[in-house]
């Protein structure tokens, strides 16, 4: 795979110096077109030590302007990191819109050195670089542009770079003990990193091999690769809005077909028994039970650093609100947050959707309550045309990589449709109307939301369908009856903490 | 001081439900009326233990909606905290605009534990209490409003609570060893928390003291205590707000009255001498000097944890984004983060104006350069009319005070103002409409800017008046030649990391 970056590639000082002043023009040309355009660009650099991947981002800072850039490296995680998913830290570094983001030591570092050294067999590797072009995948298809280098030396070319920087007291610093021990794993290394570049260089994401001795050489092919890169995908981002557009208003004039038939399948919701109830002293006793047993569990859950995540979906005035309340009292206040999800904000607006979630991942043993969630862009952003067709079509797997990520780290995780008659509804919206403290509440955009209630269901339905797993199931909720929903969910959480923590006990007990 | 909170006093369970429904109706309407406000509420809670603290928290939680609600309380720092100044996990924690903040265990737990444990003196006591007025002041004056509630309980009513919490199961965990421990402590715990309350309760920043005993009697308190705050505030701030447009309106028209007057005056940058130039081999070998300097140096200081933070200022096209290139050249671009500071974002608006630079700083042994500042309030804003008279004049002492607590944190600090004359500023304009890439640097903004050169170097010499400290000093650059400019910028970061890095040498050796 590297025989190509080992043929000693040159360019003269004469020839660089001649297309310099060009080429960066034209990059702080681009970086300002970009300052508009609706895409981040994230560079990531990888490859043999000494092969120049920190002269070349610190060239790029040079060349363009650095305020547009975010240039990161990883070390070993933080406390604050290790408590949550691995990929928190790279979620909350990525570059806004219009910005560039450098990467050195990035998701590819662990993965690679890992398996070096022999932490890792290659299947928990592929399993790792799975990972990778999922989370890639995700960013590009919400409009990033990815580039990814490979800084390559022969491992003749490594030694005498090595040496060379060790000679000049000047850069002698550069060389450290972990960059010898690395060179000693040449061969493991290049055949890890063969792997690694085979399995996650895709369309979308493509890794670019380049010769690293001459840094002349190596200099130009990036930046060249960077502009026209950069170049191609502004002109590509504008067709994208040009044929999205195209496709909304042809949706838009053919809206009326669909739903009707859609309307007169029956859903999943529809299978629910609505009539259930729990009154008067039943349902102190319940609503006692479930707090005590909650109460309890989320303690030692908390003490054992595992994390709760509980999402609520449901129509409007299904009891959300109530809901979370009667549960959240069973907590104490500083233990929990309650996540209200309403239109993102202007640096949220920057990022790809997941990453404002990904922001509220809390730390170890805390409870964090989404008051609605990442579904919105299969429930509201799909029924009302917020995003793009193919948009929330694809969402169902990033959010279930997302939640795989969450519940892989042992978060425990609930997610609760709140389901409510029409007619139920209905009577609510009428009394909200007369509580003095619950007219607030109720806007327009309830009553309007209410004329599309079958788009909705399908959309839940679909919604129960692509995302109900194993480890971060929905619990629909028949929520006619306000007491008997909150005893269910706080059932549910109960249970789901009891059966993560039971887990916890045996497993500490098989070692 | 806490007599009149010993006293029993209690709330019948007839007359706490009679009053609830209007106060929680009010409450809820407040909070609608509170989203659209300009400015944010923060709820402290102190006391003994057992005084119900936590209850009131969830009690407000559960009465009003949670979602513009943030409940906050803080154990022992993690190490992202830790290597930060003591109060970053406070600021990044601050509620925006429109929300109510609870905090429990907040900036006042420490102080106070120390004390009771002497772990500090009562001078270290009175210091750290010198350093919470200055920060509730800082958020008071930019709209805040700030409650303190001491939550107290007579010594004999602590051991009833604790002892009734013990023997429900249902609430037995809530009493913990260090809740015996500090109630061993009583009469320690009772003498500082008085001089604390003493120290700290502020017109802005008022202690309210509740007898805790009785919780309807507390929870009723507290409730409408906010309520009433609220309300007030609502109506202050619209005063505050009809009476800046006033002010401004007037200013406007006496503008131009001012300047000439000012402008006679000579200022601190007419003492510069201009004239300094630095060229050919003795700049190339200057500059290899710092350069290397300051490679050796800053890796130093990371190795050490010791972060560095350098501010440049300037005029426009004086050169800052060359300067501060030359510098980051010498270090590896993943341990410096050049921030650009434009005008704040959505969520950065929604909180106090230091509230974005707060969250710039850095971890352990980086480097952050900032492309201008939080300097903007008494550059920009002050110049431009954009903050009251008011605003950039307390904004000095606002300033210090920040800096040093990141000074006071071990952070290595140089700040930059690039002078250049008006004539080198006009040459410098017209030569940028003429080269290709440097062309959208300059903008219509540019020459507005430059007609008011008169009434920023005023504001130039006022700032560099009150805020060069001995800690975080200006250091006035002569930059009519760019190359001088350069050379002394890393020449004096050079020497403040030298200096910064002795002395840690020196203590060390000490012990």
New interface residues.
């Given amino acids: 795979m590297f025989e190509a970056a080992e043929l000693g590639r040159k360019i003269s000082r004469e020839d660089f110096d001649a297309m310099a002043?060009g080429l960066?023009?034209e990059l702080?040309?681009l970086q300002?077109q970009l300052r508009q355009a609706d895409f981040p660009v994230i560079v990531v650099f990888a490859g043999v030590d000494g092969a120049g991947k920190?002269e070349t981002?610190?060239l790029i800072?040079?060349w363009m302007?650095?305020?547009?850039?975010?240039?990161?490296?990883y070390g070993k995680p933080?406390?604050?990191e290790r408590e949550r998913p691995e990929y928190w830290r790279y979620w909350r570094d990525l570059p806004p819109k219009g910005k560039v983001g450098?990467f050195?030591?990035s998701w590819y570092h662990a993965p690679l050195v890992d398996r070096v050294h022999g932490v890792t067999t290659v299947a928990e590797l592929d399993e790792k670089l799975e990972r990778i072009v999922h989370f890639e995948k995700a960013l590009a298809d919400e409009g990033a542009l990815i580039l990814k280098f490979w800084m390559h030396l022969s491992e003749k070319a490594q030694k005498k770079r090595l040496k060379g920087l060790e000679k000049d007291p000047?850069t002698a610093?550069q060389v450290t003990a972990t960059d010898w021990e690395h060179f000693g794993l040449y061969d493991k290394f290049v055949a890890a990193a063969e792997r690694m570049i085979m399995h996650t260089s895709k369309g979308h994401a493509p890794w670019q091999i380049v010769e690293g001795a001459d840094s002349r050489y190596r200099s130009a092919v990036v930046l060249q690769a960077l502009k026209d890169a950069i170049t191609k995908h502004l002109s590509n981002r504008e067709t994208v809005r040009k044929v999205n557009a195209e496709i909304k208003g042809k949706a838009a004039k053919s809206k009326v077909g669909g739903p009707a038939a859609l309307a007169s399948q029956p859903s999943i919701l529809s299978s629910l028994d609505m009539s259930q109830t729990l009154e008067g002293a039943e349902y102190n006793q319940a609503v006692q039970e479930q707090?005590?047993r909650l109460?309890?569990l989320y303690?030692v859950a908390k003490e054992r650093g595992v994390s709760t995540a509980l999402v609520f979906e449901g129509w409007d005035a299904a009891g959300k609100?109530g809901t979370?309340?009667r549960l959240?009292?069973a907590l104490?206040?500083?233990d929990?947050?309650?996540i209200?999800i309403a239109a993102p904000?202007?640096?949220e607006r920057a990022q790809h959707y997941l990453w404002r979630f990904w922001r509220h991942i809390a730390?170890a043993g805390r409870v964090t309550v989404f008051?609605r969630s990442w579904y919105g862009r299969v429930l509201v952003e799909r029924v009302e045309g917020f995003c793009s067709d193919e948009a929330w079509r694809r969402a169902y797997g990033e959010i279930n990589d997302f939640e795989e990520q969450l519940t892989g780290h042992g978060i425990v995780m609930c997610k609760f449709w709140l389901h409510i008659t029409s007619e139920e509804q209905l009577a609510r919206f009428t009394a909200r109307g007369e509580i003095?403290?619950k007219k607030?509440k109720l806007t327009d955009e309830d009553w309007r939301n209410r004329e599309k209630w079958d788009l909705y269901e399908q959309a839940v339905n679909d919604m129960v369908e692509r995302t109900s797993t194993r480890n971060a199931p929905w619990t629909l909720i028949e929520a006619n009856s306000k007491s008997f929903a909150r005893v269910k969910v706080m059932r549910t959480v109960a249970d789901a903490l009891e059966t993560a923590l039971g887990k916890v006990k045996k497993e500490k007990k098989g070692k």
């Fill in positions: 002043p960066r023009t702080l040309d300002q920190n981002v610190n800072n040079e302007d650095p305020r547009w850039i975010v240039t990161r490296a933080s406390d604050e450098l050195l030591s000047l610093w707090r005590a109460a309890h303690r609100g979370i309340r959240t009292n104490n206040a500083r929990y947050q309650v209200p904000t202007e640096e730390r008051d003095e403290y607030w």
